[in-house]
């Protein structure tokens, strides 16, 4: 198994004198989705935040955050910024919300494509429309003048994307990034960060609640309690012989009683066979 490409070691966060994350250890590898799962206020979404260092001056962190051999818990900010989008991008669970409504997509698109890439006005405008392309969206050429409320809710999380993976990171943090979707238009995200993972060797990290969204796409998974680890595994290991009683109180919770596993990729359906006349297409997203 290759080098991880971000390794959390014993990360301990707090707010003031309460403590959210104790001791938690993960290692993301490129080409693989690693999962983060959880009930809320389990930590799960704090986890993610301080990779990026976006959590308030109020947090107190400690523990080692590496990406490669650089170390970013207590990078400067200058540093930072240099960090964020560059090596590492985040997708949010409401595009509505990580989205400027008076911007256009295309100003959007290559505002930090612009600053990281340097690449001039053709260049940007070239790379804008692929990278609308790569995530499906309608008609890139004219989405890129488009604003994001003219857009449905699955094309609008395409767009979040888009923007994330524009300038080629090595790892992408996705926090409960098809939460505010239909069911139907999820599959299609789903489908989209597994293919993506694989052709760009990405390193991603999944957090959510949901179980269901876990089994369909994540290589490992790891399970999150009241800020404890209190399981990892493959994805096998986990949903089909969980070991820890909490893990298997959460199994038993979701509707089937058990998750369906779905094959590995690159078994699993892809990004186009998500087009296909029994699941949504991106013309028809949005019908939440």
Same mark, same amino acid.
Not at 36 to 49: D, F, I, N, Q, Y
Not at 190 to 201: Q, Y
């Given at each position: 198994?290759?080098?991880?490409?971000?390794?959390?070691?014993?990360?301990?966060?707090?707010?003031?004198?309460?403590?959210?994350?104790?001791?938690?250890?993960?290692?993301?590898?490129?080409?693989?989705?690693?999962?983060?799962?959880?009930?809320?206020?389990?930590?799960? #979404?704090?986890?993610?935040?301080?990779?990026?260092?976006?959590?308030?001056?109020?947090?107190?962190?400690?523990?080692?955050?590496?990406?490669?051999?650089?170390?970013?818990?207590?990078?400067?900010?200058?540093?930072?910024?240099?960090?964020?989008?560059?090596?590492?991008?985040?997708?949010?669970?409401?595009?509505?919300?990580?989205?400027?409504?008076?911007?256009?997509?295309?100003?959007?698109?290559?505002?930090?494509?612009?600053?990281?890439?340097?690449?001039?006005?053709?260049?940007?405008?070239?790379?804008?429309?692929?990278?609308?392309?790569?995530?499906?969206?309608?008609?890139?050429?004219?989405?890129?003048?488009?604003?994001?409320?003219?857009?449905?809710?699955?094309?609008?999380?395409?767009?979040?994307?888009?923007?994330?993976?524009?300038?080629?990171?090595?790892?992408?943090?996705?926090?409960?990034?098809?939460?505010?979707?239909?069911?139907?238009?999820?599959?299609?995200?789903?489908?989209?960060?597994?293919?993506?993972?694989?052709?760009?060797?990405?390193?991603?990290?999944?957090?959510?609640?949901?179980?269901?969204?876990?089994?369909?796409?994540?290589?490992?998974?790891?399970?999150?309690?009241?800020?404890?680890?209190?399981?990892?595994?493959?994805?096998?290991?986990?949903?089909? #012989?969980?070991?820890?009683?909490?893990?298997?109180?959460?199994?038993?919770?979701?509707?089937?009683?058990?998750?369906?596993?779905?094959?590995?990729?690159?078994?699993?359906?892809?990004?186009?066979?998500?087009?296909?006349?029994?699941?949504?297409?991106?013309?028809?997203?949005? #019908?939440?």
């Amino acid at each position: 198994m290759s080098a991880p490409i971000l390794r959390v070691d014993n990360l301990e966060i707090a707010f003031g004198a309460n403590p959210v994350v104790r001791g938690v250890s993960l290692e993301l590898r490129a080409g693989r989705v690693q999962g983060l799962a959880g009930e809320s206020g389990s930590g799960k #979404t704090v986890t993610a935040m301080s990779v990026l260092g976006l959590l308030p001056r109020t947090a107190t962190v400690s523990g080692s955050i590496r990406l490669g051999d650089t170390e970013l818990i207590g990078m400067r900010s200058r540093a930072l910024r240099n960090v964020r989008g560059r090596r590492i991008a985040m997708v949010f669970q409401d595009p509505s919300a990580s989205l400027h409504p008076q911007l256009t997509v295309g100003h959007q698109l290559t505002d930090h494509m612009r600053r990281h890439l340097k690449l001039d006005r053709r260049a940007l405008h070239t790379r804008a429309i692929e990278m609308l392309d790569r995530v499906r969206v309608p008609d890139p050429e004219n989405a890129l003048k488009r604003y994001p409320h003219q857009f449905s809710g699955g094309q609008r999380q395409r767009i979040a994307i888009a923007i994330a993976l524009a300038c080629d990171p090595d790892v992408l943090l996705a926090d409960e990034p098809t939460t505010a979707l239909d069911v139907t238009v999820q599959a299609g995200i789903l489908h989209l960060l597994r293919d993506l993972a694989i052709e760009r060797n990405l390193a991603v990290l999944l957090v959510t609640h949901d179980l269901g969204v876990m089994s369909a796409i994540a290589d490992d998974v790891a399970v999150m309690r009241n800020g404890l680890i209190v399981e990892t595994g493959t994805r096998e290991q986990v949903f089909l #012989t969980p070991a820890h009683e909490y893990t298997q109180t959460l199994l038993a919770a979701m509707p089937d009683s058990a998750p369906s596993i779905h094959p590995p990729h690159p078994d699993a359906p892809s990004a186009t066979a998500a087009a296909s006349p029994s699941t949504a297409t991106p013309d028809q997203e949005g #019908t939440e």
